[in-house]
């Protein structure tokens, strides 16, 4: 069985990831932590290598998910390579930063890739307001995020909620997590819970 963790920048994904998978005996998986070898070169030209980079992610994605189809353990995933291509390389193309031409190429070639491969059996999608969002990355004190515009934030709920609602067609899971504090509150993540019980088993609190 493969759960997707999807949510904005603070949302919560990491932690919900790890919690789930210490309380189901689920593996829990990461995007790989090797560097696209085009960041650098895109650091400095955005326009010029955003194709570039963003082919390289993809690649990586869809080898990632090949790798866990052949797994017969049950994986929980924070992040999807579904809201890589419609969340992240959608607002680098509405930033201006990818082509008409590139996008609709890369576009194609996910739509291609993904025709082979399943959708997650539940994605969970963690909804947050910016408020919420900034507070938690404000908490969570890492330097090269406390610099982030809240309208990139805004931007990105924007497209996370087309995504979610118009675009995925696979089984989702909306958890409002804006009253939530599941790493420290017991009842908070119990709820959570038995919504996934009864969303997978058709189980009832």
Same mark, same amino acid.
């Given at each position: 069985m493969h759960i997707a963790i999807a949510g904005n920048i603070g949302s919560g994904k990491t932690?919900?990831?790890?919690?789930?998978?210490?309380?189901? !005996?689920?593996?829990a998986h990461f995007e790989p932590v090797d560097v696209n070898p085009y960041l650098e070169d895109y650091y400095q030209d955005i326009a010029r290598w955003s194709f570039n980079l963003e082919i390289y992610f993809l690649k990586q994605r869809f080898r990632?998910? %090949?790798? =866990?189809?052949k797994t017969e353990k049950t994986i929980i995933q924070d992040r999807s390579i579904y809201e890589g291509v419609y969340v992240f390389t959608a607002n680098n193309y509405a930033m201006g930063n990818l082509s008409d031409r590139d996008? @609709?190429?890369?576009?194609?070639?996910?739509? @291609?890739?993904?025709?082979?491969?399943r959708y997650p059996d539940l994605m969970i999608y963690l909804r947050a307001s910016v408020p919420h969002l900034v507070q938690n990355i404000q908490? &969570? !004190? &890492?330097d090269y995020e406390q610099s982030?515009?809240?309208d990139y %934030? &805004?931007? =990105?709920?924007? =497209?996370?909620?087309?995504f979610i609602f118009k675009?995925?067609? !696979? &089984?989702? =899971?909306?958890?409002e997590v804006d009253d939530l504090d599941y790493q420290h509150r017991p009842a908070d993540f119990a709820g959570i819970i038995d919504k996934i019980d009864t969303t997978l088993f058709g189980l009832f609190s």
């Open positions: 932690t919900l990831t790890n919690m789930l998978a210490q309380h189901y !005996g689920w593996e990632d998910l %090949l790798e =866990l189809e996008f @609709q190429t890369y576009m194609e070639l996910f739509e @291609q890739m993904t025709e082979i491969v908490k &969570r !004190g &890492r982030m515009p809240i %934030l &805004r931007n =990105l709920n924007t =497209l996370y909620e087309d675009k995925y067609k !696979g &089984r989702v =899971l909306t958890i």
